[in-house]
C-alpha cells in the first residue's frame, strides 16, 4: 500500500516537473521573439534585422533542444521530425535538432526484462537463450537487441518499446498540442496545429509493434512480385504492442560512402533503386507507403548471389504507413508529368486536385513538393540545384513566405503532408549518396511510374467504352501504349548512356522532352 501511493507521489511529482518544464521553454521562447521582432522594427539595416532574427532561431532552438533532450521519448520522435523539416522551418532550428537523429535514450536491461515479463507472462530467458544487455541501436520510441531463440537457435533481432513511453505519451501528445495551440494564439499566423494533430493519429499506431508486424508482412508479399528490385524486409516471427521478434538482417547505413566503394557498390544504381522502391510504394496499385525513410531506418549491404545489382536494402521501422486513394494517386502522377514538362496550366490543375490549393499559393506548393525554387520549377525541374538556389529559397522563407507556407500546409489533406515528408526525407538521402549522374534519372525513373498510373487509368477508361477488341477502343489502347513505352525507352536509353559515360569517364546532359 505504501509503496503503491510512493510510487504515485513519485509520477505525480514527474507530471509536474515534465510540464514546468515544457511551459517554461514555451514562455521563454515566445518572449524572446516578441522582444526581437519589437527590436527588428526599430532596426533600419536590413542584413541587421536578418542577423537579430537568425540569433533569436538559434537562441530558441538551443532551448528547445534541451527540453526535448531532457523529456525523450516522443519530444525526441518529434524533433527529429521537425529536422527535417527544412522546407518549412528556419535553418537555424533544422541544424540544431540534428543530432537527435544519433542521439536516443536507452533503456536499461532490467526495465526489458520487466516489461517482457508484463506484456508476454514468461521470463525473457524463457523464450531466448542468448539476449545481449546492450542494445545494437536506440531511437526515439524504441531500441534493438540481439538474441538467440532457446527452441530452433536462430538468432533475431528483438525490438523493443522504451518502457518510460507508456506512462508518458499521453501527457506528452497533451502537452505538444497544448505548446502549438499557445503558439497560434500568440503567433496566428503561424499555425503549426496540423502537426501536433498528425502526432495525435500517427503516434499511437507507431507505438503498436502488432501493427507494425503487419504492415512488415504486407510490404514484404507486395515486394515478393518485384523479385527484380533488392529490397529485403526483415521476417516477423511475433509481435505483441511493445516487443517485435525479427529475423536479423544487417546492413552499413547509406551515408557510409567508404563501405560502398570498397564493395564496389554503384552509388547511382544505389540512387536509382531508392527511387524505384519508394516511387513503387507511392504509385503501385495497393502499395503501403512507408512515411519514415529516414537514413537510420534504411541499410545496406554487399550481395554477389542477386542478377543486376550487387547490393541488398533493407528496410527497417514499419510502424508509420499510409495508403493513397486511387483518384489522389492519379492526380499526383498527372501533376509530376505536368512538372517534369514545365507545363504550368496542368500543373495549376493538378496541384488544385491533389491538395486542394489555388492559384494564389500554387508556386510555393510546387516548391515544398519537388524541393526546388519555382524558378526552376516553372522551366527545367531536371537542371542540376546549385548551392545558389538553395540560398535564393532559404532567404524568401526568411522574407516572409514561411508564413504563407505554414498555413498552406495546414489546409492541405494529411496524407499530402505524409508524401511531403517522404519526399523530404528520401531527396537527403539521394544527396547523401553525392552521385555523378544529376537529378535526369529521378525524374525519368519517376516519370515511368507516373505513365504507368495514367496508362492504367486510359485502359479503365477504354474498358468502360466495351471492348478493347474494338477498332475504336484497340487504336485508343495502342495510343496510351505508346506513350507509356516511349517514357520507358527513354529511360533505357539514358541507363544506356550512363553506362557509355562509366566506361569513358565523361559526364554530359540529356533532355527529357514531353512526357505527356
Not at 525524374?443 to 486510359?458: D, G, K, N, P, S
Request: proline fraction near 4%; include cysteine.
Amino acid at each position: 500500500m505504501l509503496l503503491s501511493v510512493g510510487d504515485d507521489v513519485k509520477h505525480s511529482y514527474e507530471a509536474v516537473e515534465r510540464t514546468g518544464r515544457v511551459a517554461a521553454a514555451l514562455v521563454l521562447c515566445i518572449n524572446d521573439y516578441r522582444s526581437t521582432l519589437n527590436q527588428r522594427e526599430k532596426i533600419e539595416d536590413a542584413e541587421e534585422r536578418e542577423i537579430v532574427l537568425k540569433a533569436c532561431h538559434k537562441r530558441c532552438a538551443e532551448r528547445t533542444l534541451k527540453v526535448l533532450e531532457q523529456s525523450g521519448g516522443i519530444f525526441i520522435k518529434l524533433g527529429q521530425h521537425l529536422s527535417a523539416m527544412n522546407y518549412l522551418l528556419p535553418r537555424e532550428w533544422t541544424t540544431t535538432f540534428i543530432p537527435l537523429q544519433d542521439r536516443c535514450p536507452v533503456s536499461t536491461f532490467e526495465s526489458i526484462e520487466s516489461m517482457f515479463k508484463k506484456d508476454t507472462g514468461a521470463e525473457l530467458w524463457d523464450y531466448f537463450s542468448e539476449f545481449s544487455p546492450e542494445p545494437i541501436g536506440a531511437a526515439s520510441l524504441a531500441q534493438v537487441h540481439l538474441a538467440t531463440i532457446k527452441e530452433t537457435g536462430q538468432k533475431v533481432a528483438v525490438k523493443v518499446q522504451h518502457p518510460s513511453l507508456e506512462q508518458w505519451a499521453n501527457l506528452d501528445m497533451n502537452l505538444t498540442s497544448f505548446t502549438f495551440s499557445t503558439l497560434k494564439r500568440f503567433f496566428p499566423e503561424y499555425d503549426l496545429e496540423w502537426l501536433s494533430s498528425e502526432v495525435e493519429v500517427s503516434l499511437p499506431i507507431e507505438l503498436n509493434f502488432e501493427c507494425e508486424a503487419e504492415n512488415s508482412q504486407r510490404t514484404k508479399e507486395y515486394f515478393a512480385r518485384l523479385p527484380g528490385l533488392p529490397l529485403v524486409i526483415p521476417d516477423v516471427l511475433w509481435a505483441k504492442k511493445r516487443i517485435l521478434v525479427m529475423a536479423c538482417e544487417s546492413g552499413r547505413r547509406l551515408d557510409d560512402l567508404a563501405y560502398m566503394d570498397s564493395n564496389h557498390i554503384d552509388r547511382d544504381e544505389v540512387s536509382a533503386t531508392l527511387a524505384r522502391i519508394f516511387n513503387e510504394m507511392i504509385f503501385g496499385d495497393n502499395a503501403p507507403l512507408h512515411c519514415d525513410p529516414h537514413g537510420g531506418n534504411i541499410a545496406i549491404r554487399k550481395n554477389t548471389s542477386r542478377r543486376g545489382a550487387n547490393f541488398d536494402l533493407i528496410l527497417y521501422d514499419h510502424g508509420l504507413y499510409r495508403d493513397i486513394p486511387q483518384d489522389l494517386r492519379r492526380s499526383y502522377a498527372k501533376m509530376w508529368l505536368a512538372i517534369i514538362d514545365g507545363d504550368l496550366e496542368r500543373m495549376k490543375k493538378y496541384v488544385t486536385e491533389v491538395a486542394g490549393i489555388g492559384e494564389d499559393k500554387f508556386p510555393l506548393f510546387a516548391s515544398a513538393i519537388t524541393g526546388r525554387d519555382f524558378s526552376i520549377v516553372s522551366s527545367s525541374i531536371m537542371a542540376p540545384k546549385e548551392a545558389s538556389e538553395q540560398k535564393t529559397m532559404s532567404g524568401a522563407l526568411q522574407e516572409g513566405l514561411l508564413v504563407d507556407l505554414v498555413q498552406m500546409l495546414g489546409q492541405v489533406p494529411r496524407i499530402i503532408l505524409l508524401i511531403l515528408k517522404t519526399n523530404d526525407l528520401t531527396r537527403s538521402l539521394d544527396e547523401n549518396l553525392h552521385t555523378k549522374q544529376g537529378p535526369v534519372r529521378q525524374f525519368l525513373i519517376l516519370a515511368r511510374y507516373c505513365m504507368r498510373t495514367v496508362f492504367h487509368e486510359q485502359l479503365e477508361e477504354i474498358r468502360e467504352r466495351g471492348s478493347l477488341y474494338w477498332p475504336g477502343n484497340a487504336l485508343r489502347v495502342f495510343a496510351a501504349w505508346l506513350g507509356y513505352v516511349r517514357v520507358g525507352l527513354k529511360l533505357e536509353a539514358f541507363e544506356l548512356w550512363i553506362g557509355v559515360k562509366r566506361v569513358f569517364g565523361r559526364q554530359n546532359g540529356i533532355g527529357l522532352g514531353g512526357m505527356a
